[in-house]
């Protein structure tokens, strides 16, 4: 079901000025998390601003990380839908660690969360995937994730990853 946000934000990015200055990736994750948390009962706002940009900055500096160039710009968009809040990225990378990306949703889709998150910690990183970010949105908020993949005519992969988080979660976390 795709119902129309009850409130949304969408930002357009250049890449180089996020690289630049780090901190930015930070700032606009707590700015769009502050945007949506006014959607959200007073007593609630505080865990859900906080559960929110956590994941848009996970988000954000993969978008960042992986890009697969200084030029292309990045999109970050968040909405509430409803029941749930969608968080969303649009960039485009590498194939290589495009695949990487797929790779490992497909693995948090599949696996125990507590023995990957424990794994991981220990030292089990997979060099130039995603790190443990995206394990933590999944385990601790009970996020979805998608991610779609689609080529380019310079062998780069457009990445369009979503997150969907539901409400009631976000304000009992």
């Keep these: 079901m795709n119902a129309a946000p009850a409130s949304s934000i969408e930002l357009a990015l250049r890449p180089t000025e996020l690289v630049a200055h780090w901190k930015r990736c930070s700032l606009t994750a707590d700015w769009i998390s502050s945007y949506l948390a006014h959607d959200f ?7 859900a601003k906080n559960a929110l940009s956590t994941v ?5 500096e993969n978008a960042v990380k992986f890009r697969a160039d200084e030029q292309t710009g990045i999109k970050i968009a968040a909405g509430r839908h ?5 968080i969303e990225t649009w960039n485009a990378a590498p194939d290589a660690r495009a695949r990487l990306l797929a790779s490992t949703l497909e693995e948090l889709a599949r696996g125990s969360l507590d023995s990957m998150f ?5 030292g089990g990183r997979v060099p130039g995937a995603p790190g443990i970010g995206l394990l933590i949105i999944k385990r601790d908020y009970g996020a979805r994730l998608d991610a779609k993949l689609t080529p380019r005519s310079n062998g780069a992969l457009d990445v369009h990853v979503s997150v969907e988080l539901d409400v009631a979660r976000l304000e009992s976390v």
């Design 41 to 47: 009962e007073p007593k609630a706002r505080a865990t």
């Design 82 to 86: 409803g029941g749930f809040v969608r």
């Design 56 to 60: 848009a900055n996970e988000l954000l």
């Design 118 to 122: 424990a794994q991981r910690v220990a």
